[in-house]
């Protein structure tokens, strides 16, 4: 009876192997696996009738079902268990350990079920729930041409364990959206997750801008999507997700402006500036397109500067000291 109340899960695992032992893991953590079948066999369409609390994916990059998933799925998307180790290795409990807290605020933790052995909580429901905080600080990361590569480098120099939540718009044609939280994800642990109406942030969580949709917050900090296209040129417009992340979160927020083409965000940039909030910039030398940042950064609203590992470098400074 248990068995049909645990959350429930559907695993895309290109690699027979990979399928099997992925299977058994989330089995032990407890959860409900709805689909572990090969995916070489499903369409669109089958894909749609699965009902599921969320998808973990292990496919090629270029998968239409990755794609498929991740513009309509209407529950969470994590692409990517990572790289197992050998079971009798030192890292394989590290990498149960990344995996479930990759899981837990997706699907939450579940009563009897097996925890990762490297876990350090006593072992209540509870407590392992206590683990995932809600967000605690957020900022929005917004870029434009050249910036999923900056971003990647950006996030894989950030440890993943920090109490924060970032919101990263990019300025990209629809078509590439669904590939952005595999490529800026690949090698790290940050859960890059897409917008769900109702989804609340917590530490850890990327949450990507939707493109032909616009972003907004309740009060409570829960995403509201709407069909309503973003305002002005830009799509997602950062302006507007700079004054949403402002309304919702100051003051335990912030920006940084990475590398792109236009002046996106100028004006909200300053608007948070004038409420204390802190302004980060690209700098140029590191930028593939340095124009949307320096425009920031010419109007003297620019905090600090950087190429994208120095930002995280600093960004954890600013944390340990707020």
């Not at 270029?62 to 180790?85: K, R």
């Not at 939280?181 to 642990?189: M, Y």
Request: glycine content about 8%; charged content about 20%.
């Amino acid at each position: 009876m248990a068995e049909a109340f645990a959350p429930a899960i559907g695993l895309l695992a290109a690699n027979p192997d990979k399928r099997r032992l992925l299977h058994s893991v989330l089995s032990h953590f407890g959860y409900r696996v709805v689909f572990c079948d090969d995916p070489a066999q499903l369409d669109c369409r089958r894909l749609a009738a699965i009902t599921t609390e969320a998808w973990l994916l292990e496919l090629p990059e270029e998968s239409a079902l990755s794609d498929w998933l991740l513009e309509h799925s209407a529950v969470p998307v994590l692409l990517g268990a990572g790289e197992i180790p050998p079971a009798d290795s030192e890292d394989y409990p590290r990498w149960e350990r990344r995996l479930y807290n990759k899981l837990l605020p997706l699907l939450g933790p579940v009563e009897g079920g097996q925890l990762p052995s490297m876990l350090t909580f006593k072992g209540t429901t509870k407590e392992v729930h206590n683990a995932r905080q809600p967000a605690r600080c957020v900022w929005l990361l917004g870029a434009s041409l050249g910036g999923p590569a900056a971003v990647k480098v950006f996030l894989d120099s950030l440890p993943a364990d920090l109490p924060i939540a970032f919101i990263y718009a990019q300025h990209i044609d629809a078509g590439f959206e669904s590939r952005l939280p595999s490529i800026i994800g690949r090698q790290n642990d940050w859960r890059i997750i897409n917008c769900v109406a109702g989804t609340a942030l917590h530490d850890g969580d990327v949450l990507v801008a939707p493109i032909k949709r616009s972003l907004s917050f309740s009060p409570e900090g829960r995403v509201r999507l709407s069909d309503t296209p973003w305002p002005g040129c830009y799509q997602p417009s950062i302006e507007t997700l700079l004054d949403q992340v402002g309304g919702a979160f100051a003051p335990a927020c912030g920006a940084i402006i990475f590398s792109g083409m236009g002046e996106d965000g100028v004006q909200a940039c300053r608007r948070l500036r004038k409420q204390g909030v802190e302004v980060w910039t690209q700098d140029p030398r590191s930028a593939a397109c340095s124009v949307m940042p320096e425009a920031v950064a010419a109007e003297g609203l620019s905090s600090r500067q950087g190429d994208p590992a120095e930002l995280a470098v600093a960004l954890q400074a600013w944390l340990a000291q707020e």
